[in-house]
């Protein structure tokens, strides 16, 4: 029974920090003339968190202060801004997703509880940092223990939950990573309300569909009810795919809705926290970049500074990387230019490596079932091409993102076969979600001008 | 009875997230998972899912960690192939690790051979079997 009331109290910690309203005027001016509702909210506010964790998890600071720090301002938001924070949910639909995402929440840290198994990876990469945190060891300490070959933020928010519940057990700190997958989802599909070729009346309903689909189809975990491979088994890829998600929001923002300094602000923090997660967020953020600059009709001065705070960036975390590790080689790139490289490229190894790639692609699809949607949606744009006017940008993700994929397996020195079967459906699964917007704007294009309008039954 | 009006307007009005979440509940096994965590321990719960001396040893390394004190972190070898849980389960951050301790799991050879573990030369002959269960061994070295 302790342990239920655990998980509530921690689903109802997670709520009142997440969905505290800071301060109106804030969030106006970042979503200006965009229609923003509480899922969105809680976007910004877990970027504002998670960047707070990511400059504290350098300092020796308890956990425990920050965390009644975060808790301080949270509740003395309500206090000031509670009218707002009523004004937020008081919308019909908005009360009904609510509690549909607290008993969402509930049913999987139900599972998730019960179900303790962990990846491979976990406890080779992210569990003993976490512990290493947990244990109240500071960053520094993660040399001795463990090498410094990851990132560690996902780490750092994992012990950061486990030491701050009523239960200090491990799978506290993986709820969060729930809660932050939930959000992302529950704030894409709630894009619709601001789409005005969705039906009035079905808006809902199709909000509900679209978490569902997405939540089902980002993972075949999910399709068969497990809940403990690579979403919840302490991989951190499910933090990856949530940052993804919300990036493409803003991103869809930006471009779409306006241009406000503030928000761009916002798509960097967010975009500059995926390094700190795992190593490929360095190339997500690097694409991000490349769309932004390419896609965006900003000023190029703001283009310039945006690219050169990226830059900056990078360069923190390869620079704090190699001081604290003590085989200084983080970011060498040594590994990716090795001896066989060449021999790998200018021979027909290579066709027959791509054959392979080619196959496990179409496997893993199946394993991350979005990919599906995805690769059926592609070639409709391609022969539709009023469809895709609003979200090149995606396109060009895609696009990098496939030749990143064939780059990675194209030169990797270890067995090809092993590589592809343990890895190519999580590369697939985190970025999966960079794409759902694409999925709704379709839709959304495609109520407006049907395009089999000339078919037989019309 | 207007009260039960209203109780049935209300499911009628709601019947489709009302069918969603069943659905999901249903799906996720939510009741059985809700049985289980209320009728079994986390410690039950861990030793399901890590074993208790065979797959990664949850059980064991818990056991040797409640019950003996170490001035070093023990060396702790699977013989399965499992990831090492050892820096999680057993070993305590602050401290270094050394040989003076070993952790076997899953090892069904002769107890006085010649191991090569991690990169050390270990001859089990140098050391004293403390505690055993199964398949798994903790052994302390002789000073």
Redesign the interface.
């Given at each position: 029974?302790i342990?239920?009331f655990n998980i509530v109290i921690l689903l109802v910690m997670f709520s009142l920090l997440f969905f505290s309203p800071l301060s109106k005027r804030f969030y106006n001016n970042i979503y200006k003339n965009y229609q923003y509702n509480i899922f969105d909210l809680a976007t910004l506010n877990l970027v504002i968190f998670l960047f707070i964790l990511l400059i504290l998890s350098f300092s020796n600071i308890q956990t425990q202060k920050i965390f009644y720090f975060v808790l301080l301002i949270s509740m003395t938001s309500y206090i000031y801004n509670f009218s707002f924070f009523l004004k937020l949910i008081n919308n019909k639909n908005i009360k009904?997703l609510l509690?549909?995402f607290l008993?969402?929440n509930f049913?999987?840290y139900?599972?998730l509880?019960?179900?303790?198994?962990?990846g491979?990876?976990s406890?080779?990469h992210w569990?003993?940092k976490a512990?290493?945190f947990y244990?109240g060891?500071s960053y520094e300490?993660l040399v001795?223990?463990?090498s410094l070959t990851y990132p560690h933020l996902g780490s750092y928010i994992w012990a950061f939950f486990w030491k701050n519940s009523l239960?200090n057990?491990?799978y506290n700190g993986r709820l969060f990573f729930v809660f932050i997958y939930l959000v992302s989802i529950f704030s894409i599909s709630c894009t619709i309300l601001n789409l005005k070729n969705f039906n009035k009346k079905n808006k809902f309903?199709f909000i509900?569909l679209f978490i569902?689909l997405i939540f089902f189809f980002s993972s075949s975990d999910n399709i068969i009810?497990s809940?403990n491979d690579h979403l919840f088994g302490g991989y951190q890829e499910v933090l990856i795919f949530s940052l993804l998600v919300m990036i493409s929001k803003i991103f869809y923002i930006i471009k779409n809705k306006q241009s406000n300094n503030l928000l761009i602000f916002f798509l960097f923090l967010c975009s500059s926290l995926l390094i700190w997660i795992k190593d490929e967020g360095l190339i997500y953020l690097i694409f991000i970049l490349l769309i932004f600059i390419l896609h965006t009709d900003i000023k190029k001065k703001l283009k310039l500074f945006y690219f050169f705070f990226t830059l900056i960036a990078i360069f923190i975390q390869i620079f704090i990387e190699n001081y604290y590790s003590n085989t200084h080689n983080y970011f060498h790139m040594s590994s990716f230019f090795h001896e066989s490289l060449l021999k790998q490229i200018f021979s027909f190894e290579i066709i027959d490596r791509s054959i392979l790639i080619i196959k496990f692609f179409l496997i893993s699809c199946l394993k991350t079932p979005l990919w599906i949607f995805i690769v059926f949606f592609v070639p409709i744009f391609l022969v539709y091409k009023k469809l895709y006017s609003n979200f090149k940008y995606m396109l060009t993700f895609l696009l990098m993102n496939i030749i990143f994929l064939f780059g990675v397996y194209i030169q990797t020195p270890h067995d090809l076969n092993f590589m592809l079967t343990s890895s190519m459906h999580r590369l697939l699964m985190q970025t999966s979600g960079f794409y759902i917007l694409m999925i709704i704007l379709c839709l959304n294009n495609l109520i407006r001008e049907p395009i089999f309008k000339n078919s037989i039954n019309s | 009875m207007r009260k039960i009006l209203v109780i049935n307007k209300f499911f009628i009005k709601n019947i489709l997230i009302l069918l969603i979440i069943m659905s999901i509940f249903h799906h996720q096994n939510f009741f059985k998972n809700f049985y289980e965590i209320m009728t079994k321990s986390y410690n039950i719960r861990m030793l399901i899912a890590h074993g208790d001396c065979s797959v990664r040893g949850y059980g064991f390394l818990n056991y040797i960690k409640q019950n003996y004190k170490f001035e070093n972190n023990p060396v702790v070898y699977n013989f399965n192939k499992e990831p090492n849980t050892s820096a999680v389960w057993i070993h305590n951050v602050f401290k270094k690790k050394s040989l003076n301790n070993i952790i076997l799991l899953n090892y069904s050879g002769d107890k006085k051979k010649e191991l090569k573990i991690q990169d050390h030369n270990i001859i089990l002959s140098n050391y004293n079997l403390i505690y055993n269960k199964d398949s798994c061994f903790y052994f302390s070295k002789n000073d």
């Amino acid at each position: 029974m302790i342990e239920v009331f655990n998980i509530v109290i921690l689903l109802v910690m997670f709520s009142l920090l997440f969905f505290s309203p800071l301060s109106k005027r804030f969030y106006n001016n970042i979503y200006k003339n965009y229609q923003y509702n509480i899922f969105d909210l809680a976007t910004l506010n877990l970027v504002i968190f998670l960047f707070i964790l990511l400059i504290l998890s350098f300092s020796n600071i308890q956990t425990q202060k920050i965390f009644y720090f975060v808790l301080l301002i949270s509740m003395t938001s309500y206090i000031y801004n509670f009218s707002f924070f009523l004004k937020l949910i008081n919308n019909k639909n908005i009360k009904k997703l609510l509690f549909f995402f607290l008993v969402f929440n509930f049913v999987i840290y139900i599972n998730l509880v019960n179900n303790l198994s962990l990846g491979w990876d976990s406890f080779v990469h992210w569990l003993p940092k976490a512990y290493n945190f947990y244990s109240g060891a500071s960053y520094e300490n993660l040399v001795n223990f463990h090498s410094l070959t990851y990132p560690h933020l996902g780490s750092y928010i994992w012990a950061f939950f486990w030491k701050n519940s009523l239960l200090n057990f491990e799978y506290n700190g993986r709820l969060f990573f729930v809660f932050i997958y939930l959000v992302s989802i529950f704030s894409i599909s709630c894009t619709i309300l601001n789409l005005k070729n969705f039906n009035k009346k079905n808006k809902f309903i199709f909000i509900i569909l679209f978490i569902l689909l997405i939540f089902f189809f980002s993972s075949s975990d999910n399709i068969i009810g497990s809940v403990n491979d690579h979403l919840f088994g302490g991989y951190q890829e499910v933090l990856i795919f949530s940052l993804l998600v919300m990036i493409s929001k803003i991103f869809y923002i930006i471009k779409n809705k306006q241009s406000n300094n503030l928000l761009i602000f916002f798509l960097f923090l967010c975009s500059s926290l995926l390094i700190w997660i795992k190593d490929e967020g360095l190339i997500y953020l690097i694409f991000i970049l490349l769309i932004f600059i390419l896609h965006t009709d900003i000023k190029k001065k703001l283009k310039l500074f945006y690219f050169f705070f990226t830059l900056i960036a990078i360069f923190i975390q390869i620079f704090i990387e190699n001081y604290y590790s003590n085989t200084h080689n983080y970011f060498h790139m040594s590994s990716f230019f090795h001896e066989s490289l060449l021999k790998q490229i200018f021979s027909f190894e290579i066709i027959d490596r791509s054959i392979l790639i080619i196959k496990f692609f179409l496997i893993s699809c199946l394993k991350t079932p979005l990919w599906i949607f995805i690769v059926f949606f592609v070639p409709i744009f391609l022969v539709y091409k009023k469809l895709y006017s609003n979200f090149k940008y995606m396109l060009t993700f895609l696009l990098m993102n496939i030749i990143f994929l064939f780059g990675v397996y194209i030169q990797t020195p270890h067995d090809l076969n092993f590589m592809l079967t343990s890895s190519m459906h999580r590369l697939l699964m985190q970025t999966s979600g960079f794409y759902i917007l694409m999925i709704i704007l379709c839709l959304n294009n495609l109520i407006r001008e049907p395009i089999f309008k000339n078919s037989i039954n019309s | 009875m207007r009260k039960i009006l209203v109780i049935n307007k209300f499911f009628i009005k709601n019947i489709l997230i009302l069918l969603i979440i069943m659905s999901i509940f249903h799906h996720q096994n939510f009741f059985k998972n809700f049985y289980e965590i209320m009728t079994k321990s986390y410690n039950i719960r861990m030793l399901i899912a890590h074993g208790d001396c065979s797959v990664r040893g949850y059980g064991f390394l818990n056991y040797i960690k409640q019950n003996y004190k170490f001035e070093n972190n023990p060396v702790v070898y699977n013989f399965n192939k499992e990831p090492n849980t050892s820096a999680v389960w057993i070993h305590n951050v602050f401290k270094k690790k050394s040989l003076n301790n070993i952790i076997l799991l899953n090892y069904s050879g002769d107890k006085k051979k010649e191991l090569k573990i991690q990169d050390h030369n270990i001859i089990l002959s140098n050391y004293n079997l403390i505690y055993n269960k199964d398949s798994c061994f903790y052994f302390s070295k002789n000073d």
